[in-house]
C-alpha cells in the first residue's frame, strides 16, 4: 500500500488523560463512561473519537463509491456511528451500527453505494471487516 497520509496522536495518562495529534489541531480531555466504571467527567473517550472518524471516512467512501457510479449523493447526507464497547473473550471488543441518512435517495441506489462503501472502499470498514460486527441501516 502506498501511504497517502500519516496521523499521529499521543495519549497520556489513558482513558482518564489526554490526547492530542502531533500538529494540535485536535486536543481533548479523556474522561472514562460511568458505564464503564469511570466518572462520566467532560472529556471525550477513544469510542466517541472511533465513531465520529468512521461516520466522517462513510461518507467520503459513499461519495466515492457515486463518483464512479454517477449517482448524486444528496448533500444533507448523514451517518450516525454507534460504537458500542463491551468484555470480549479475554479482552474488550466493539459492536457498530451505522445508521445512513440519504433523504430522497432511490433506495436501489442508497443501498449500492452504502454496501460497495462497506465492502470495498472505507478504511474503517476494511480494518473491522472480520473482527467487529458492523450493521447497516440504510434510510432514504
Known amino acids: 500500500?502506498?501511504?497517502?497520509?500519516?496521523?499521529?496522536?499521543?495519549?497520556?495518562?489513558?482513558?482518564?488523560?489526554?490526547?492530542?495529534?502531533?500538529?494540535?489541531?485536535?486536543?481533548?480531555?479523556?474522561?472514562?463512561?460511568?458505564?464503564?466504571?469511570?466518572?462520566?467527567?467532560?472529556?471525550?473517550?477513544?469510542?466517541?473519537?472511533?465513531?465520529?472518524?468512521?461516520?466522517?471516512?462513510?461518507?467520503?467512501?459513499?461519495?466515492?463509491v457515486a463518483d464512479k457510479e454517477n449517482i448524486d449523493v444528496p448533500e444533507d447526507v448523514s451517518v450516525c456511528a454507534k460504537v458500542?464497547?463491551?468484555?470480549?473473550?479475554?479482552g474488550f471488543g466493539l459492536d457498530i451500527d451505522l445508521h445512513i441518512e440519504l433523504p430522497g435517495m432511490n433506495k436501489g441506489d442508497a443501498e449500492k453505494i452504502a454496501n460497495r462503501a462497506h465492502e470495498e472502499v472505507c478504511p474503517y470498514s476494511n480494518a473491522t471487516r472480520g473482527n467487529v460486527d458492523v450493521r447497516l441501516h440504510i434510510n432514504c
Open 1 to 64: 500500500m502506498k501511504v497517502l497520509y500519516t496521523a499521529v496522536a499521543t495519549a497520556t495518562e489513558g482513558r482518564d488523560g489526554r490526547a492530542r495529534s502531533d500538529d494540535r489541531r485536535l486536543e481533548v480531555e479523556l474522561s472514562v463512561p460511568e458505564e464503564m466504571g469511570g466518572d462520566g467527567g467532560t472529556g471525550t473517550n477513544p469510542e466517541q473519537m472511533f465513531a465520529a472518524g468512521y461516520a466522517a471516512c462513510f461518507i467520503g467512501a459513499m461519495k466515492f
Open 84 to 90: 458500542g464497547i463491551g468484555p470480549k473473550d479475554k
